[in-house]
C-alpha cells in the first residue's frame, strides 16, 4: 500500500488518538490540528495547534505538511464544514467528514421529532435522513457541549454532509457513526451497568421497549479502523458510508453480553415502560430514545467490502472485555459527574429502593 498524507482535524480525542495510531501502523503519514497542549499520541505526528474555527488562518502551516486527505472528525454545521471544503480545495485531494447516525429519520422517530410510521429495517445508506433538522432542544445541546466542546450551537450534521458531498471542485466522503465505545469514552456508557453488577444486584430493571430497542454500536478501535479505509482507499470518494458492530443486538442481549464478561454475572428483568422508574434510564442513551417496536440500524458496507469485514466489525465482546477492565477501575465519585448529560438526578438511580419496590412488588 502506498503512504498517504492525512491531516486529522481533532486527532487527539476518543476516537482520534486510535485513529492516529491505526494509520500510523499502515505507514501512513499524519499531521493532527488541534488546539490542545498536549502532545500527539506518537512522535512521528506532525502537530498543529489552533482553533478549528479559524482554519483559514493556518493555511500557511498546513501547507507545510501539504496533506493528500483530510480527515475532519469534529464537524458541528454546515458553515465550518463550508470553510473545510474553502480550505480544503487549495491544500488536498479529498475530504473524510465524519456524521452521526443520528441523521436518519427513526432517530427523528425515537424523538418524537419525525411523523409518520417506522421506517423499514434494516437502515442502510440510502434510508430517508431526518426533515426536522434541529431536533435536539437548547438545553440538551449545552449539556452536550459541555462534554464535547467541538460542538456548536448550530449542530446539523446534514448541513455537514450536504456542504461535504455537494462540493463539486473537492471530492469529500461521509462517514456516518453509531454510539462509539470503548477506552476513553467521554460518556462512559457502560458504567451504570458495571455499578450495578458491582453491587451484585440479583437482576438488573429494564423498561420492556428499551429492552427490545436496538440501536447501533461500534468498538473504538474498529471504528477508527473503518475512517482509516475509507480515507486511504480511492473508492471510498463521493460516498457515505454506516459503521457498527455486527449484528446489532438489543438492550437485553447487550447487557447478557458484557455481564457474561463479569465475575458477577447479572439477569435482566423487564418490567413494561409505564412503571419503569425514570431515574434508571440510561443516561448514555436519552430516555425517550425508544421504539414501540424492535428495530436495528444494519450496517451494508459489509457486503461491499467483505475483505475489511473481519477487522472492522469485530465482535463485540472483544470491546467489551477491555472496557471493562479500565472502567471498571474507575471511581464513581470522579464518573458520576460527566455522566449527568441526560439525566440530572442519576445518583439517585443506584439507590435500592425504587429497585426493590420494582423487583419485588
Not at 94 to 111: E, F, K, N, T
Not at 179 to 201: E, Q
Request: glycine fraction near 6%.
Amino acid at each position: 500500500m502506498l503512504s498517504t498524507r492525512v491531516l486529522i482535524i481533532g486527532g487527539n480525542g476518543f476516537i482520534g488518538s486510535h485513529l492516529v495510531r491505526e494509520l500510523l501502523s499502515a505507514g501512513h503519514q499524519v499531521a493532527v490540528f488541534h488546539r490542545s497542549g498536549a502532545d500527539a499520541v506518537d512522535s512521528a505526528v506532525f502537530q498543529i495547534r489552533g482553533d478549528r474555527n479559524r482554519l483559514p488562518d493556518y493555511e500557511r502551516r498546513l501547507r507545510e505538511f501539504s496533506p493528500e486527505v483530510i480527515i475532519d472528525l469534529i464537524l458541528s454545521s454546515g458553515r465550518p464544514a463550508q470553510q473545510l471544503m474553502k480550505v480544503g480545495r487549495e491544500l488536498a485531494c479529498r475530504v473524510v467528514a465524519i456524521s452521526s447516525m443520528d441523521v436518519y429519520r427513526p432517530w427523528g422517530l425515537v424523538h418524537g421529532s419525525e411523523p409518520g410510521p417506522l421506517e423499514p429495517m434494516p437502515i442502510t445508506e440510502e434510508s430517508p435522513l431526518r426533515t426536522v433538522r434541529e431536533f435536539y432542544p437548547a438545553a440538551t445541546l449545552k449539556r452536550m457541549q459541555s462534554i464535547f466542546s467541538w460542538l456548536d450551537d448550530e449542530y446539523d450534521k446534514i448541513a455537514v454532509e450536504e456542504a461535504i458531498l455537494n462540493d463539486r471542485a473537492m471530492p469529500g466522503s461521509v462517514v456516518r457513526l453509531p454510539m462509539v465505545y470503548g477506552p476513553g469514552d467521554p460518556l462512559h456508557r457502560f458504567f451504570p451497568l458495571l455499578k450495578r453488577i458491582a453491587d451484585k444486584r440479583p437482576a438488573i430493571l429494564l423498561a420492556d421497549d428499551l429492552a427490545a430497542w436496538r440501536g447501533p454500536r461500534g468498538y473504538v478501535e474498529n471504528v477508527a479502523h473503518a475512517i482509516a479505509v475509507v480515507a486511504t482507499s480511492e473508492q471510498g470518494t463521493r460516498r457515505v458510508y454506516n459503521v457498527c458492530d455486527e449484528p446489532t443486538v438489543s438492550e437485553v442481549a447487550w447487557l447478557k453480553q458484557i455481564s457474561s464478561q463479569t465475575n458477577c454475572p447479572a439477569s435482566s428483568c423487564c418490567c413494561p415502560e409505564r412503571r419503569h422508574p425514570r431515574i434508571f434510564c440510561n443516561p448514555a442513551t436519552p430516555p425517550n430514545m425508544l421504539l414501540s417496536a424492535p428495530s436495528a440500524f444494519e450496517l451494508s458496507w459489509a457486503s461491499r467490502n467483505r475483505s475489511a469485514s473481519k477487522r472492522l466489525f469485530g465482535a463485540p465482546s472483544v470491546g467489551n472485555s477491555r472496557t471493562r477492565r479500565i472502567l471498571s477501575r474507575k471511581s464513581s465519585s470522579t464518573m458520576l459527574p460527566r455522566m449527568q448529560l441526560w439525566l440530572v438526578r442519576l445518583p439517585s438511580s443506584f439507590g435500592w429502593r425504587f429497585f426493590h419496590r420494582f423487583l419485588y412488588f
